[in-house]
């Protein structure tokens, strides 16, 4: 295995030979080099050089060997510190057709994101900046006391127990209910979540009468209206004209990551595309926030991995 240590060369330089590499050698074998320490000047900007021993470098964080990482499909080990100037970098290719999304049931199945699957492992709130994004978009509609609260694709139940945690000291909400199509997640979240003011319901987000008449001072739907299996925005024009509190708030999660194996990648992936491409999530997006503009409310777009489309009624 050949190691490669980098100086001065640009970032164009890197990229291609490191591309080049992982192409050339045995498939899976990991790529090594050896780069400048990140903590040697960081009062430079990337890419700015100085001397390391007498020799020209170029700075950079070490952000940019795990943005690098992430482009070429891999995973990057913890670098190992060589000396105060220099540090070694693993990266490992990881398995670009182990993904979730293959599990073999169809879209629309019951069980498809349960928690016996791949996707039933994930926390969304181990992404710091989504669990950051959410926590805002929270402070930002400000929820009455004692509200009422419901999850349109609860899954296990990861948003209402971080808003519980993020709340009951403040205006802890009345009643939480989660909705979920998949038994096995539903059941998970009760027994996650076993008290009140958690509630949770199995129930197929198409049908007309899936909130039976009730209303709520929020409605959280993260990662579930895009579903090819859900009219979100007829559901979400339900919500609003019958379902929704006339101060009401309303927090739309889209998710703009995917993971490969246990990776998560970052942006929009649309077959192929090689790298994330955004117009399919842009125009949903846009159309969601249009909409909401429309029946009076203020509307911000904020995150990353997940991007959130909060609104709240203008006074």
Partial sequence: MSIRRYHDESLRQILHDMRTTLRNQTPGAALVVQVPHPDSAETLYRGETFSLSGQTVRYRPLSVWVELADIL?????????????????TMTPIDTQSCWHTDGRPSGHPEKYGIDTEY????????????????????????????????????????????WETLQTTCPPARLLGIDHS?????????????????????????????????????????????????????????????????GAIILGF??????????????????????????????????????????????????????????RRP
């Fill in 183 to 247: 038994a096995s997640a539903i059941e998970y979240a009760r027994n996650r979540m076993p008290s009140a003011p958690f509630e949770f319901r199995r129930a197929d987000l198409n049908e007309d009468n899936v909130l039976r008449g009730e209303r709520f001072d929020a409605v959280l739907a993260l990662n579930t209206l895009h579903s090819p299996k859900l009219d979100g925005r007829a559901l979400l024009r339900r919500i609003v004209k019958d379902h929704l509190n006339p101060t």
């Fill in 120 to 163: 039933g492992r994930i926390d969304k709130f181990e992404r710091p900046h989504d669990l950051a994004a959410f926590q805002d978009a929270l402070e930002w509609i400000r929820l009455p006391d004692d509200a009422q609260v419901v999850s349109l694709g609860v899954n296990r139940g990861d948003e209402l127990h971080l808003l």
């Fill in 255 to 312: 998710p703009n990551c995917r993971y490969i194996g246990q990776t998560l990648k970052f942006g929009a992936q649309t077959k192929n595309y090689s790298s994330p491409e955004y117009s399919v999530l842009l125009k949903e997006i846009s159309a969601y926030r249009r909409y909401l503009h429309q029946q009076k409310f203020t509307v911000n777009i904020t995150g990353r991995h997940t991007l959130f489309v909060n609104a709240k």
């Fill in 73 to 89: 499909d891999c995973r990057l080990q913890c670098p190992k510190v060589l000396d105060s100037q220099w540090i070694e970098l």
